[in-house]
């Protein structure tokens, strides 16, 4: 970790932060999820870093190390994209490879839709494409699911104001690593959901825990609980909903996301490839949601496999 570098850009009046390593010509961006943060790449950025391409990690505004944008509650997932365009204009790159978790897809894919110019190719892990608009979930599943929950006003940050900030990340980990959706009872919240003895993934460390912990510790929820949960509906104006740019989809077959209503059919069935033609899909058997930090090396080989095959 320690050849991982930071700097801060400032964008729009917010200092954000950056993890950089490595030199090379060829750029690979890594765009995180939630309760995720610039860390949760440390495994794939040495890892592209040493086979020669360049690696920077962002905090999204409202997250980790970066600044909150002055109303957390106007956050946006247009606010990443621009961040993103505004921090390759400003180290003067002109295309990356962008590599997304969770969330994260949904502003590289919007990013390869407004600025196919300046993409070379998108990596997503655990999420497809998904059209702008067509994410109704929650109506076919019931109110005590967890998005659901997050999205109503108060509710998540009463719930998540009982804990410190990494006994909240450490019950999202436990809760996102299952294969089951999360959902509670009438009677809990989503915390209730996660035992206090339960024990953390083998593959995240107290150490891992407490780098997560004390950057959340930082920032806050706010924005986060924003992005994504509260901007799910957000209007964008596109181009075309037909990405161009070669795709890989990593799926973790114990993904608790695939149970989604219409997911696991929207995959199999090939309709993603009628938005990302150019798209490859690669399941891994044992993988959960958090498959990169689960299964470093299996996942760097993918990852760069793809980029060498695209470079």
Do not use: C
């Amino acid at each position: 970790m320690d050849k991982i570098e930071h700097k801060y850009i400032k964008i729009q009046g917010l200092n954000l932060h950056v993890a950089e390593t490595g030199t090379g010509p060829n750029v690979v961006v890594f765009l995180h999820g939630f309760p995720e943060i610039w860390y949760s790449w440390r495994h794939q950025m040495v890892a592209v870093a040493a086979a020669g391409f360049r690696a920077i990690a962002p905090d999204y505004r409202g997250y980790g190390l970066s600044d909150p944008p002055a109303e957390p509650e106007k956050a946006s997932f247009e606010d990443i994209t621009n961040d993103l365009l505004a921090t390759l204009d400003h180290l003067g790159i002109n295309k990356v490879f962008l590599v997304a978790k969770d969330f994260g897809a949904r502003p590289a894919y919007l990013f390869a839709l407004l600025h196919p110019e300046r993409v070379s190719g998108v990596i997503t892990l655990g999420v497809p494409f998904i059209p702008p608009g067509t994410a109704e979930f929650h109506k076919s599943l019931p109110e005590g699911f967890y998005i659901s929950r997050w999205q109503e006003p108060g509710r998540a940050e009463a719930d998540f104001g009982r804990h410190d900030a990494k006994t909240v990340v450490r019950n999202i980990y436990i809760l996102f690593s299952r294969s089951e959706i999360p959902i509670a009872p009438e009677n809990k919240e989503i915390m209730d959901l996660v035992d206090a003895s339960t024990p953390l993934p083998p593959w995240l460390t107290a150490e891992d825990l407490a780098t997560y912990g004390a950057l959340y510790e930082k920032s806050g929820f706010r924005t986060a609980l924003q992005v994504p949960y509260r901007s799910i509906h957000e209007k964008f104006s596109l181009p075309e909903l037909t990405v161009k740019v070669p795709a890989l989809l990593i799926l973790g077959e114990k993904d608790y996301f695939l149970k989604f209503p219409g997911i696991e059919d929207y995959i199999r069935s090939g309709k993603v490839k009628d938005f990302v033609p150019n798209l490859e899909i690669i399941r891994l058997s044992e993988g959960s949601h958090f498959v990169q930090e689960q299964s470093p090396e299996e996942v760097n080989q993918l990852v760069l496999t793809f980029l060498n095959k695209h470079v």
